[in-house]
């Protein structure tokens, strides 16, 4: 049996930050020794966006990645910490590899998503911009609760709620982060994925056209 790539002991054991949402900030959420691999084997995305896992091809270290995370060891994991039951909630992962001008303005997250998982995949990180920021509110940049260089293995988790604010300053290039969330039924998910794919069709297209 291969070895988790998951610190699922370091997470149970991360306390759940719940002021003024609820959050959890993890380096090292992923093994040290399985993330060449999976870097190896990500998918190899050009275009600013987030795109689904059908929309892209990758390898097979990444598709055992994908496993574990929608395994029930980790529902499980998030269903402890979060106090939830997430037994019936679909999963969505989509994965984004490059930063355009337009990315990081700050938001919540759409009402249909109830847990939000980022795991970024970029081995090093001295940029400025790009740096997620936990934040207070919905207007300033800097009013920030904490930032978090998007460096490989490290997870940001939190609650969706009306206030769970996030964003980053400008960067623009490759930045990788896989986006995984429980969302709120199959309904929700059928029409996430179906906008996600038509949106990867057109920046497929503009991007050939450039």
Request: glycine residues 6%.
């Amino acid at each position: 049996m291969a070895a988790s790539m998951l610190n699922l002991r370091a997470f149970s054991a991360t306390p759940l930050q719940r002021e003024p949402f609820d959050y959890l900030v993890l380096p090292g959420f992923i093994e040290p020794q399985a993330r060449a691999a999976i870097n190896a084997d990500y998918p190899q995305v050009d275009r600013p966006g987030s795109f689904p896992l059908s929309e892209v091809k990758y390898g097979p270290e990444f598709a055992r990645l994908i496993e574990e995370l929608r395994g029930p060891e980790v529902r499980a994991a998030f269903e402890e910490k979060f106090g939830l039951s997430l037994k019936s909630r679909p999963t969505m992962i989509t994965v984004r590899g490059r930063c355009c001008e337009k990315d990081g303005n700050i938001h919540t997250d759409s009402l249909s998503k109830l847990i939000t998982v980022l795991i970024y995949m970029n081995p090093a990180w001295e940029e400025p911009g790009g740096r997620l920021r936990l934040l207070r509110s919905a207007d300033n940049l800097d009013d920030v609760i904490t930032e978090i260089p998007p460096e490989e293995g490290t997870l940001v988790t939190f609650r969706r709620s009306d206030n769970s604010y996030h964003g980053h300053k400008p960067f623009i290039g490759p930045r990788r982060v896989i986006q995984h969330n429980w969302v709120a039924s199959a309904r929700v998910l059928r029409y996430e994925t179906a906008r996600h794919r038509v949106s990867a069709f057109f920046k497929r297209a503009l991007h050939k056209a450039s």
